[in-house]
């Protein structure tokens, strides 16, 4: 077993790419530099630039000279760079060879040599830069549009810029912290708060953030060095979670709002595709460098390819049921969420190692759906169509083409990376830009993607599959007791016969709870916490901490082990999210038994429910229902036992990539927003739900990408939906043209978990359905109503987050202590949803107006009843309950208000 060179040289190339910008972070950080080693890179690798001819003149760009001496600075703890055999470069950092990985990586403002041309065009074309625009910025004085330098500039939120329904002016209010990738770093804060003027405090901060960096490098395995490919996967997210802060480009009165780590990692996707490309085609000499420099015709040659990948089925795979399901739901449901999510890490690993292209040309990654830049050569296509190939035939193996994952692909040039379509000039209306036009062609991949799941008319081997179907079966262990289709192979226990997938799925729920890395490998390693079934003919095992560390070096060296990923939760709000190893988040938060939920077993909490608590294990769904039980004064348990499922997905995300940040979108910030949508549902989200005891209980069936499902006890998910909204709105630094809609189902325990996700699909399906012109004239009027979208239901009512929010937060417990104070009955509450119904009919039914009579007779009526309150307080009770119940509540939210309600009625049974 070997490692292949073409991956090992592809490697070098996307890490020469990846830090050409080392130097910025640095620069920036004003790091111990020897002056005279200093000088000379500036003549090496900076501009010259004169104000007069006369003039000596000034280096601009300096972070070039330093991107050389950082490189010395973490050398130490980096893969072999020296020796005879360092193709593609002539050698490590011989500055007198124009071909040395240190001269192609820092000479990207002044290159000469193919490769230096070959990172040059890279970091150009993921800024969306055509060669004009570059040399304009290649000359340009630092300074950002805010009016900041390279060290006191703070990078701009993405999210902030959106527009898809107004014209609204661009304040620019908040700034990202410049701190390590953590739940908390996440968030924007307002400008003032991270962002000042003072030069020195600002590199101080650099510095701080520089120390860090280079000591979490040395938690890398110094046994993974010897493979590049796994080494520069670890190195991948050290970088991002360091430089996710830091503004790539500071000149140019340019908007620093793209992160060192994204730009680098489209520069580092780019330019081994190029590479690729011209090596594949054997143009790598002198000539090929004056080709790449000629935008008039090397610009124009579709040289890359876009692949896309999408992960279909989803919800049918999670929630595939059989006789055993609802018994294991917790379990199986934590598996098959994990599954899913390693199915398309897998997939395209595939589509990775089949091209000998490392982990940095995957640039997207979430939720199901990856995108992989290539090099657009005939092998890589008919590569492509043998890994489909192999895809959907494992699919239709394991699944029976329940799901499986689509490979789509875009052949595309340098100049449609071009954030500008160019000046049309005269009173002609702007046209899309050539990046804006790319994204909509990938868009309409994706829905053929969609269309053409598992080939079935076009693959034979499908044919050959379902034939043998039936002869697959145990006449002994018949049909598989968790998915209700498959032939049993497996003994779960004496009485239950599974699928080995069943296995896998039900093992890896398990293993979740006792693990936090993942090794992939092409042969098995022989451990007893590995999947049966290889994916994708890759073996999967669960280990340790300690276990991984240092332990399968040799495994690495001769290429057996591929990946090496860290699926760990957040262990604090504000430490960085590194441990040493590639991080894929991949994993979601469940609720974990402890012993102050045996003790609650203990004090009948959990009565009725024949499975017992087991320390460390999830809880099942069963114990969930019950979480929002309290004890009463009489110690008494008190509330419904009642799930709730929570399903919600981002409004309008076509059309915030689309022309969310108009004509000024590019390949960067486009991979930068991908991150971060993902990035609130599985850093933040995790994060709320462990270290809020409130929120402890839920059950993350799936959160990635753009939506999210989870279960748990009725009213703590819907006051969870809220504090999501709440929290979104500061994630995307108070936009109110970027927001999410959710449906919150609720159903007592022991639904089929089909039925559940059904339930919740219909929920968010009227969430999305709701229109604003069925607003009461009372409720909000801001532009935020006017959007589309935007909107929750909760038990069957409709509404915009505004409402519901004052609903939960305001008009809930405001009830809640009206009924305390006044003893309201459960019949008297229960009454009001009469009135609410007549209320909402008086326009078709006139005579329904007789509510308020009614409403008035039955309070004076109750308040009579207390035998303790003079007329005087009855009379001011009653305008208490008539303000708050009937103006506040019924008059000003019409049916909706039934949601605060049921909220108090089901908490006092």
């Not at 009016?147 to 500039?153: E, F, I, R, S, V």
């Not at 490098?217 to 080494?231: A, D, E, G, I, V």
């Not at 057996?560 to 990923?565: D, E, I, S």
């Not at 303790?868 to 909706?896: F, Y």
Request: glycine share 6%; with cysteine; charged share 25%.
């Amino acid at each position: 077993m070997t490692i292949s060179p073409l991956l090992e040289q592809s490697s070098r190339i996307a890490l020469a790419a990846f830090l050409h910008d080392l130097g910025k972070f640095a620069e920036r950080a004003k790091i111990p530099v020897n002056q005279e080693t200093l000088d000379a890179n500036k003549q090496l690798y900076c501009p010259h630039r004169k104000k007069y001819t006369d003039d000596r003149g000034w280096f601009s760009h300096v972070h070039a000279a330093y991107t050389g001496l950082a490189m010395d600075l973490i050398e130490d703890h980096m893969p072999e760079l020296k020796g005879e055999e360092f193709a593609p470069f002539g050698s490590w950092k011989t500055k007198d060879a124009d071909d040395s990985f240190i001269n192609a990586a820092a000479k990207h403002h002044r290159p000469e040599s193919f490769l230096q041309w070959i990172i040059a065009t890279a970091d150009r074309v993921a800024s969306g830069f055509d060669r004009e625009e570059f040399e304009e910025y290649n000359q340009a004085d630092e300074g950002t549009s805010t009016g900041k330098n390279h060290y006191t500039a703070r990078q701009l939120p993405l999210f902030e810029q959106i527009r898809l329904d107004s014209k609204a002016e661009q304040k620019y209010i908040y700034r990202y912290p410049l701190k390590p990738l953590s739940p908390d770093s996440i968030f924007p804060v307002e400008a003032g708060k991270c962002e000042g003027g003072d030069d020195k405090a600002a590199q101080d901060e650099y510095l701080k953030l520089w120390q860090g960096f280079t000591e979490a490098l040395k938690l890398m395995p110094k046994s993974h060095r010897s493979n590049w490919s796994l080494w520069l996967d670890h190195f991948e997210t050290l970088w991002g979670v360091y430089t996710q802060a830091i503004p790539s480009a500071t000149a140019f009165n340019i908007r620093p709002d793209v992160s060192l780590y994204d730009h680098s990692r489209v520069t580092a996707a780019l330019a081994t595709a190029l590479w690729r490309y011209h090596h594949e085609l054997g143009r790598t000499d002198k000539e090929a460098a004056n080709n790449i420099k000629d935008q008039q015709s090397s610009w124009k040659e579709d040289k890359f390819l876009l692949i896309q990948g999408d992960f279909f089925g989803i919800q049918d795979f999670i929630f595939a049921s059989g006789g055993e399901t609802n018994k294991r739901a917790a379990k199986l449901l934590r598996g098959r969420s994990f599954y899913v999510s390693l199915l398309s890490e897998c997939a395209a690993l595939k589509v990775l190692n089949i091209l000998d292209l490392p982990s940095t040309s995957q640039v997207i990654n979430a939720a199901g759906k990856f995108m992989i830049v290539a090099p657009n050569t005939p092998a890589t296509i008919k590569k492509l169509q043998q890994v489909q190939q192999e895809l959907d035939s494992w699919f239709l193996t394991h699944s029976w083409g329940q799901a499986g994952v689509g490979l789509a692909w875009t052949e595309a040039s340098c100049n449609d990376f071009r954030r500008h379509s160019g000046n049309l000039g005269g009173a002609v209306a702007p046209t899309k830009s050539p990046y804006q036009e790319l994204i909509k062609k990938l868009f309409e991949q994706l829905e053929i993607i969609k269309n053409q799941r598992l080939n079935l008319c076009g693959n034979a081997s499908s044919t050959i599959i379902f034939n043998d179907f039936l002869d697959s079966f145990d006449n002994e262990k018949g049909v598989c007791k968790i998915d209700g289709r498959s032939p049993a192979s497996e003994q779960l226990d004496k009485e239950t016969c599974i699928s080995k997938l069943a296995w896998d799925q039900f093992k890896t729920g398990e293993w979740l709870t006792r693990y936090e890395r993942i090794l992939v490998t092409r042969q098995s390693l022989g451990m007893t916490s590995a999947l049966k079934i290889p994916v994708f003919g890759y073996h999967i095992s669960f280990a340790e901490n300690e276990e991984a560390r240092g332990k399968f070096g040799e495994q690495a060296k001769n290429g057996n082990l591929l990946r090496a990923w860290d699926f760990s939760l957040p262990k604090s709000a504000d430490n960085a999210l590194w441990n040493g190893y590639a991080r894929r988040t991949i994993n979601a938060y469940v609720p974990i038994a402890k012993e102050a939920d045996k003790l609650e077993e203990l004090w009948d909490k959990y009565i009725g429910i024949e499975e017992s608590l087991e320390l460390g294990d999830a809880k099942t769904l069963n114990h969930l229902a019950c979480g929002d039980r309290v004890q009463n004064e009489l110690g008494n348990w008190q509330g419904i036992s009642a799930l709730a499922t929570l399903k919600g997905d981002i409004d309008n995300l076509g059309m915030i990539f689309q022309s969310g940040l108009s004509d000024d979108v590019s390949f960067s910030k486009t991979a930068a927003l991908s991150r971060q949508i993902n990035a609130f549902f599985t850093v933040y989200l995790p994060w709320a739900c462990q270290s809020d005891d409130q929120y402890r209980n839920t059950y993350t069936v799936f959160a990635g990408g753009d939506d999210f499902f989870l279960i748990g006890p009725w009213l703590s998910q819907i006051k969870l939906a809220g504090k999501m909204r709440q929290a979104f709105q500061a994630y995307v630094a108070g936009n109110p043209e970027v927001h999410f809609s959710a449906g919150i189902s609720t159903t007592k325990p022991g639904l089929p978990i089909g039925q559940l996700g059904g339930m919740a699909e219909k929920a968010l399906e009227q969430a999305k359905a709701h229109n604003p012109a069925t607003v009461l004239e009372a409720a909000p009027t801001s532009r935020l109503t006017r959007l589309p979208k935007n909107a929750v239901s909760c038990f069957n009512q409709q509404m915009f987050w505004e409402e519901f929010c004052l609903l939960i937060n305001k008009r809930l417990p405001r009830l809640q202590e009206l009924s305390h104070d006044n003893h309201l009955s459960t019949g008297y509450v229960y009454g009001l949803l009469t009135l609410i119904n007549m209320a909402e009919k008086v326009t078709e039914k006139p005579e329904n107006a007789i509510w308020h009579s009614y409403f008035a007779y039955r309070t004076v009526r109750m308040l009579e009843r207390n035998k303790q309150l003079d007329k005087d307080q009855r009379k001011r009770r009653q305008a208490e309950l008539a303000e708050e119940i009937a103006n506040a509540g019924i008059i000003r939210h019409g049916g909706n208000y039934r949601v605060a309600l049921f909220c108090h009625l089901y908490q006092q049974r």
